[in-house]
């Protein structure tokens, strides 16, 4: 039998473009998949970021000492009891 040469028939061609169809299918759906993952990311990050921008910083050292002199500067004019005053500077150090 004499072998034909020359271009595949349609057969070969309609073959071939439905595999490169599937296959660009399979990367469409890959995207698609990927596209809730990154949204998710993309918010978590949104989230901590809104967080640490509305945390207050912590009170630094010398703010805590100068409460606490304000404190004792109360108790001793005889505005806090000696219970208060603990129970202030306990919230202060805290």
Do not use: N, W, Y
Not at 7 to 24: E, F, I, N, T, W
Not at 65 to 74: D, P, R, Y
Not at 79 to 91: C, D, N, P, R, S
Request: aromatic share 2%; proline share 7%.
């Amino acid at each position: 039998m004499p072998r034909r040469r020359g271009r595949p028939g349609l057969m070969g061609v309609s073959r071939h473009g439905q595999q490169k169809a599937a296959a660009q299918q399979q990367s469409a759906a890959a995207q698609q998949q990927a596209m809730p993952d990154q949204a998710a990311a993309q918010a978590a990050a949104q989230v901590q970021a809104q967080q640490a921008a509305a945390a207050p910083p912590p009170p630094s050292t010398e703010d805590k000492v100068t409460k606490i002199k304000q404190l004792g500067e109360l108790k001793d004019a005889g505005l806090l009891t000696e219970e208060e005053f603990a129970a202030e500077k306990a919230k202060i150090l805290a």
